[in-house]
């Protein structure tokens, strides 16, 4: 049995990570490590222990402290890391950056120096996820490539553009087994509905006004998570140390004509009239440093690691969609006091 510890994994793309790998990977122990922040949810990954009984731990910890980082490597013996904790709304960073810093910067660094004190005998692997935003904004052409030089924009960006080049450190000053996966925007089931799709779908299902910001020409390169995840565990299996490996599905799509798409597939799902559910489409404030494309090169992926996306766009938005209608007590669960705070905040303000 390889024992993996597996950050975050009571988030979006981490509970999805974890509901594939203990499928695909009958090798594997998975060890949860999440804080349960407004963004992690146990219900995200309930019934996997009676289904894969001695084959999952849930460990309820701050990524951030020490003491139970270090303990957690001291009682398992962690053959690999897959890092995917951290705060990731980039609205919220803009509110509050600090809690960026600590989480995505220090909680990495937490990882990476208990990961290098229990792997001194007996190396592991350690993958950092990492995200396109990193590399900052495109104009109308050309792609983001590995050796894009990073120039993030958001607080967001920032935080996880300084926890990739920690972890690529450890590499090359300790010759650490790093890899590090930088992906396009994911969509799917579980996502927290502070983000664009299930924001969209949520909002419109209370008959709520749908924020776009700006002109809504603003550009994002949308993967399914589970293309995402595949390829996440094809760089564990096969990447070379040190290198970066960029993930996306070359699904580019303007954030209005998304918007309209998904718009589309619920009105058609619930029986709505698509005109009326399309006149709820606001145009509010621009988000701040509003990066203003997005475009994944994932060629080293595709030709080192034979990296091939498989969802099609429109079969994952239609799923995603019905997902969500399907799904309403669980987003309405999740939309805890503290996010109904947080929507105040943020909308509250854009007209
Ligand atoms: P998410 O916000 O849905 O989940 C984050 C998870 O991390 C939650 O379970 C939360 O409880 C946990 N967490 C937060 N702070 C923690 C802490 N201090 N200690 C322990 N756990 C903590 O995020 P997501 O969308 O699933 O993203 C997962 C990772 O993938 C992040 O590193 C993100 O930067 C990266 N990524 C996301 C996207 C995307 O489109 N969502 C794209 C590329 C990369
Ligand atoms: P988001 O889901 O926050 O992901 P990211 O900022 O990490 O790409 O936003 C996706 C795009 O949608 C981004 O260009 C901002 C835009 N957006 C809106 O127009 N309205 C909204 O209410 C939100 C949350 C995002």
């Not at 001291?74 to 705060?87: I, K, L, R």
């Not at 925007?185 to 910001?213: C, D, H, S, W």
Request: aromatic share 10%; proline share 5%; with cysteine.
């Amino acid at each position: 049995m390889k024992t993996v510890l597996v950050t975050g994994g009571a988030g979006f793309i981490g509970s999805n990570f974890i509901r594939l790998a203990l499928k695909v990977r009958p090798d594997w122990r998975v060890v949860v490590l999440d804080a349960l922040t407004y963004a992690g949810n146990l219900e995200n990954l309930e019934g996997l222990e009676a289904a894969y009984p001695g084959r999952y731990r849930f460990a309820h910890a701050d990524v951030t402290d020490a003491g139970r980082v270090k303990a957690l490597f001291e009682e398992e013996s962690v053959a690999a890391v897959v890092h995917f904790a951290a705060e990731t709304h980039v609205d919220r960073s803009i509110l509050g950056p600090t809690a960026f810093v600590k989480t995505n910067v220090m909680g990495t660094a937490t990882l990476l120096e208990a990961a290098r004190g229990a792997w001194k005998d007996r190396p592991g692997r350690y993958l950092q996820v990492s995200t396109d935003e990193v590399y900052g904004s495109l104009k109308e052409t050309g792609f983001f490539t590995e050796q894009t030089p990073l120039d993030p924009s958001s607080p967001y960006s920032a935080s996880k553009a300084a926890a990739d080049q920690l972890a690529l450190s450890y590499y090359r000053t300790f010759g650490m087994d790093v890899v590090v996966t930088r992906c396009c925007n994911n969509y799917g089931p579980y996502q927290f509905p502070e983000k664009l799709i299930p924001l969209m779908i949520t909002r419109a299902l209370a008959g709520e006004n749908l924020p776009v910001y700006g002109t809504g020409q603003n550009v994002r390169d949308w993967i399914h998570v589970d293309d995402h995840n595949r390829g996440v565990l094809l760089v564990l299996d096969k990447g070379r140390a040190g290198e970066v490996y960029n993930l996306g599905a070359r699904c580019e799509k303007r954030n209005l004509d998304l918007v309209k798409e998904l718009l589309r597939v619920a009105a058609a799902v619930k029986g709505w009239d698509p005109v009326q559910t399309e006149g709820k489409i606001t145009f509010v404030t621009d988000r701040p440093g509003h990066d203003w494309r997005y475009a994944i090169d994932p060629s080293k992926a595709e030709s080192e690691l034979g990296y091939a996306p498989q969802v099609p766009f429109r079969e994952g938005l239609e799923s995603t969609v019905r997902w969500y209608l399907e799904h309403e007590g669980w987003w309405r669960r999740v939309q805890s006091g503290a996010y109904k705070d947080f929507v105040q905040a943020l909308y509250g303000e854009r007209r």
